[in-house]
């Protein structure tokens, strides 16, 4: 192998594949980069066995050849050169970076002996636009569970159906639901539990990205694949049955308050510092409109050796008067995520799930379930 390309290509195209890079491993090869040249461009890959992520770079490339890398080594050295051209050439299996003044030769492992890489088949496919596919998961992938007690919950369940999409995480204290539109319809109605952690990077790399994404799911139902330009994305799924979450949203609510967002995450992170002591929670007390004032919200918490916090912020209320309790980290997440400026929270009893749903698009719910604390 040997070609030549530039520093800040290698650097980036590094920085894309190191996420899927294996940390802690009982098989070495997985931590190391697959460098190769594919029709006249420099290839880069990178496994940890559940995810896996190629992309394409530009480059001169003089003759052919792959070797694997240590990921680490490789990517701290790159990063400190200069924005320059780089020279890489394989030796046997020693390869060699030339940049300048700078030099290295790095020892590596037979390409043959890395990991395949699964290659996009037959099955489901479909594109989304690229802000729709963010969107939606930075809306749910925070509410998918960390502990793997149970693994479905730690994956995000993905249903395709016509020109719809629908991503739902829950952890068992919260449940996202986030619907969207593909470009593409897909014939009848599917669903998959892709891992949260691969929809994580995935949103990384849509950051640079404008064109639509394309998704295909292999069949039988064991592999998920994203094709990005110049990127392509493998991801294991999670087998088992997501739990019915349908009937977790409450249909009803005996009041529903609608507050400014901005101003209901500000008093929320107000009280999270008093919360924090206090079992991290936070009570809100809704008081409808009377003669002569109008609706609010109050927001507070209290720490028995610390003190305690009343904010308070205009709502608009409908239904009778109500108090409840939340995780004051479950409310700051969601608020976090909605970009309208207005959310309506829908209350039912102090000891049900609280509903907190945009104002304005009909697209997204998030069901919270409620502390109980003596009021």
């Not at 530039?6 to 940390?23: D, F, H, P, W, Y």
């Not at 079992?279 to 028995?304: D, F, N, W, Y």
């Amino acid at each position: 192998m040997k070609l030549f390309c530039l520093q800040e290509n290698l650097a980036k195209g590094l920085s894309i594949v190191g996420r899927a890079v294996a940390t802690r491993t009982t098989l070495p090869i997985t931590q190391n980069v697959l460098i190769a040249t594919d029709e006249s461009r420099l290839k880069l890959s990178a496994t940890n066995l559940e995810m896996a992520i190629t992309c394409w770079l530009g480059a001169k490339v003089e003759k052919d050849g792959a070797i694997t890398i240590p990921a680490r080594l490789l990517t701290e050295f790159i990063n400190s050169l200069p924005p320059d051209r780089v020279d890489l050439s394989l030796t046997q299996r020693t390869l060699e970076l030339k940049s300048g003044r700078f030099e290295a030769r790095i020892n590596g492992i037979d390409a043959l002996d890395f990991p395949p890489i699964p290659q996009i088949a037959n099955g489901i496919n479909t594109t989304i636009e690229v802000n729709a596919l963010r969107e939606g998961i930075s809306q749910v992938v925070f509410a998918a569970a960390t502990e793997e007690s149970r693994p479905v919950l730690t994956g995000i369940h993905t249903e395709f159906d016509g020109d719809r999409l629908t991503l739902a995480a829950a952890d068992g204290f919260r449940l996202a639901v986030h619907k969207t539109n593909l470009l593409s319809p897909v014939s009848g109605k599917s669903a998959i539990i892709i891992p949260a952690r691969t929809l994580t990077e995935l949103s990384r790399l849509l950051a640079d990205q404008e064109e639509p994404v394309t998704i295909t799911v292999k069949q039988p139902k064991s592999q998920a694949f994203f094709r990005l330009k110049n990127i392509e994305m493998v991801s294991q799924l999670i087998q088992g049955t997501f739990p019915n979450y349908s009937q977790l949203i409450p249909q009803s609510y005996a009041t529903r308050a609608v507050v400014d967002v901005a101003q209901f995450s500000r008093a929320v992170k107000m009280s999270a510092i008093f919360a924090r002591d206090g079992s991290g929670i936070v009570r809100l007390v809704i008081t409808p409109r009377a003669e002569l004032t109008p609706g609010k919200m109050t927001i507070s918490a209290r720490a028995e050796e610390i003190g305690d916090n009343i904010g308070e912020i205009d709502a608009l209320i409908d239904g009778e008067a109500a108090k409840i309790a939340f995780n004051a980290k479950y409310l700051t997440d969601v608020l976090g995520v909605i970009h309208q400026p207005q959310v309506a929270l829908e209350i039912t009893t102090p000891s049900s799930p609280g509903v907190i749903r945009p104002v304005g698009v009909d697209n997204y719910v998030h069901v919270v379930m409620p502390m109980f604390v003596q009021w």
